[in-house]
């Protein structure tokens, strides 16, 4: 697998709200340390359709942190934004929808060179799998069309957010998540980390730490999943260089 710019910093968050707590209370302590002394964050609200809506909402939970929000929709030079930002965080909502308008804004290319240059990426859901080469693992209606399922490309992984585990006592005779992400490694290569409610990536210096209180479930084509452990390095399960902790199913 290729190795991950140890220049990046990403927050890539399975979900922005967990259950009992409010809109990003369980990232706050990893948002403030990541951002460390940066104030000036470029919102991407393109996931939701009501976007001014949705940048008030992320305008005052920053505000809240002692971070300023300025959405990039009200933006004349949307790219330009992107560059000069201090820190970037796209929100969460439909994938397809906000892949959709990252290529209508031309924002790919700024996205990646930004980031590539340091500047911290939080990404929350769909925010979290547009940082991975595809959006092929989003468990989203596609509503619209983007130009391609190609996304950011920022870590080497894809990952499946909001992952639940089968349920054993359930009558649903559907697909599990883990069956999806099954046939997705029928067709694809790269390696599906499964991120549990309340679970993190904290990505800096090469290294993809997994936080919170739960272990995500990994897939690789070809093997069985298995579980590696929070507070774990999940770069070196995801290389094989150790094995994971937890058990293997």
């Given at each position: 697998?290729?190795?991950?710019?140890?220049?990046?910093?990403?927050?890539?968050?399975?979900?922005?709200?967990?259950?009992?707590?409010?809109?990003?209370?369980?990232?706050?302590k990893e948002i403030r340390d990541l951002v460390g002394g940066r104030t000036n964050v470029i919102f991407i609200p393109h996931a939701l359709?009501?976007?001014?809506?949705?940048?008030?909402?992320?305008?005052?939970?920053?505000?809240?942190?002692?971070?300023?929000?300025?959405?990039?929709?009200?933006?004349?030079?949307?790219?330009?934004?992107?560059?000069?930002?201090?820190?970037?965080?796209?929100?969460?909502?439909?994938?397809?929808?906000?892949?959709?308008?990252?290529?209508?804004?031309?924002?790919?290319?700024?996205i990646r060179r930004t980031v590539a240059g340091g500047v911290p990426y939080i990404g929350s859901s769909a925010g979290c799998i547009v940082?991975?080469?595809?959006?092929?693992?989003?468990?989203?209606?596609?509503?619209?069309?983007?130009?391609?399922?190609?996304?950011?490309?920022?870590?080497?992984?894809?990952?499946?957010?909001?992952?639940?585990?089968?349920?054993?006592?359930?009558?649903?005779?559907?697909?599990?998540?883990?069956?999806r992400i099954m046939q997705f490694l029928e067709e694809n290569e790269e390696t599906v980390v499964g991120l549990r409610e309340g679970s993190?990536?904290?990505?800096?210096?090469?290294?993809?730490?997994?936080?919170?209180?739960?272990?995500?479930?990994?897939?690789?084509?070809?093997?069985?999943?298995?579980?590696?452990?929070?507070?774990?390095?999940?770069?070196?399960?995801?290389?094989?260089?150790?094995?994971?902790?937890?058990?293997?199913?």
């Open positions: 697998m290729v190795s991950i710019d140890e220049t990046k910093q990403l927050l890539l968050i399975s979900n922005s709200t967990l259950h009992g707590r409010g809109y990003l209370d369980h990232a706050e359709h009501d976007r001014r809506a949705y940048t008030a909402k992320a305008q005052e939970r920053f505000r809240e942190m002692g971070l300023s929000l300025t959405s990039i929709h009200d933006v004349s030079n949307k790219p330009r934004a992107i560059d000069e930002a201090d820190v970037i965080f796209v929100g969460g909502g439909n994938t397809f929808r906000l892949l959709k308008g990252l290529y209508d804004d031309d924002l790919m290319a700024s940082a991975c080469p595809t959006l092929k693992t989003t468990k989203d209606m596609p509503v619209v069309q983007p130009p391609s399922f190609g996304a950011l490309g920022l870590v080497p992984f894809q990952i499946s957010p909001h992952y639940l585990d089968p349920d054993p006592s359930s009558t649903h005779m559907g697909e599990t998540q883990e069956e993190i990536l904290r990505i800096q210096n090469g290294s993809v730490a997994l936080k919170g209180p739960n272990t995500a479930r990994i897939f690789r084509r070809g093997e069985k999943p298995c579980e590696a452990a929070s507070g774990s390095d999940l770069w070196q399960v995801l290389e094989g260089a150790v094995a994971p902790a937890g058990r293997v199913a």
